[in-house]
């Protein structure tokens, strides 16, 4: 083959290629073209699913197509991201989670279906809401110190709940009563409302639990904040203390509300939902209704939250190994 076929032959190769490639391409730039379906991993009716439901919702507004919510509950959020983890790297499956499907399951369980770096492709944080330290209103402590003192003097005596084994709730308590050094039981619950309700009826004198779950009972003054496991006070009750301005700096743990796809994300799509994503989050009316929840709205881009998940296994997976906390 003389110079003049080699050219010919590499030029007709070029333009078969870019002829390949045209279709993917023009889909990837007119993304999307159908409704996508947004995976959260818990049952209809809690606070995940409401803010999952008002986020797919504005999110479909920004991006021009209908965002489908497919509730897929069961085994700690592993059956819904399982799924996804699974699915088509195309955009069109998304999931909305908070970080017990990244940092507390893969320190409580030995095998998941799915890696919590490797599986998925980060989009965004839309919100976060703190952790808190909760007493029954005739339990004779009104703060930290006060907390520590009572524990203290009855080793073993005390109990405080939480909404489940292996959740965000148990790894904030057990982080701070390590801390102080106090021994006291922790009692499961299958949800924040049956552990609220013992906790309203003098049946367990503590909990930790969400910010957004006690809101309503701290406003109502049945309970009593202790102290917020966030670094930084919660803009809905910004009277309570963090753990760290009570005496314990360093402490800090929250809840936080996340959108992945499966790894594997055209870079173009990614950047498209990225930027959807922080749209939804700025928009006012969409940060009126998730502080009417008690979540913050808190947008922070992919490359945070692949940051905060880094940072936040090794962490969990020390608390859980001191602690022998498993998701039995």
């Not at 030029?11 to 007119?30: I, V």
């Not at 809690?46 to 008002?54: E, I, N, S």
């Not at 799509?269 to 998730?290: F, G, N």
Request: proline share 8%.
């Amino acid at each position: 083959m003389n110079r003049k076929q080699l050219l010919l032959s590499a030029a007709l190769c070029a333009a078969l290629g870019s002829t390949a490639l045209a279709p993917a391409m023009a889909q990837e730039a007119a993304f999307p073209t159908k409704p996508i379906t947004l995976v959260i991993p818990f049952p209809p009716g809690g606070a995940t699913d409401v803010l999952g439901r008002l986020i797919g919702k504005k999110l479909g507004d920004k991006l021009g197509q209908s965002v489908v919510i497919d509730n897929r509950a069961g085994a700690g959020t592993v059956i819904g991201a399982s799924s996804v983890a699974r699915a088509v790297p195309d955009g069109y499956t998304l999931l909305m989670s908070s970080g017990t499907t990244f940092t507390v399951n893969p320190a409580v369980r030995a095998k998941l279906p799915y890696d919590p770096v490797k599986s998925f492709e980060p989009i965004g944080i839309a919100g976060r809401t703190g952790l808190i330290l909760l007493a029954n209103k005739d339990v004779p402590v009104a703060d930290v110190k006060q907390f520590v003192a009572l524990v203290k003097a009855g080793p073993d005596k005390y109990s405080y709940g939480s909404f489940g084994a292996g959740t965000t709730s148990q790894f904030a308590g057990e982080m701070f009563f390590h801390a102080a050094g106090l021994k006291i039981q922790h009692v499961p619950y299958k949800g924040s409302a049956p552990a609220m309700t013992d906790l309203l009826g003098g049946q367990i004198p503590f909990t930790v639990d969400t910010v957004s779950a006690a809101l309503p009972q701290l406003k109502d003054g049945k309970i009593k904040a202790i102290a917020v496991t966030s670094g930084k006070r919660s803009a809905l009750l910004p009277k309570v203390p963090t753990l760290a301005e009570s005496g314990y700096p360093g402490l800090e743990m929250d809840t936080w509300l996340a959108m992945v796809a499966p790894r594997g994300l055209p870079p173009a799509v990614k950047a498209r939902l990225e930027q959807a994503l922080a749209q939804v989050v700025s928009d006012p009316e969409t940060r009126d209704k998730m502080i009417a929840v008690g979540f913050e709205p808190s947008y922070a881009s992919s490359r945070v939250l692949a940051e905060l998940i880094d940072k936040e296994l090794p962490l969990m997976r020390a608390i859980a190994q001191r602690a022998a906390i498993t998701a039995d």
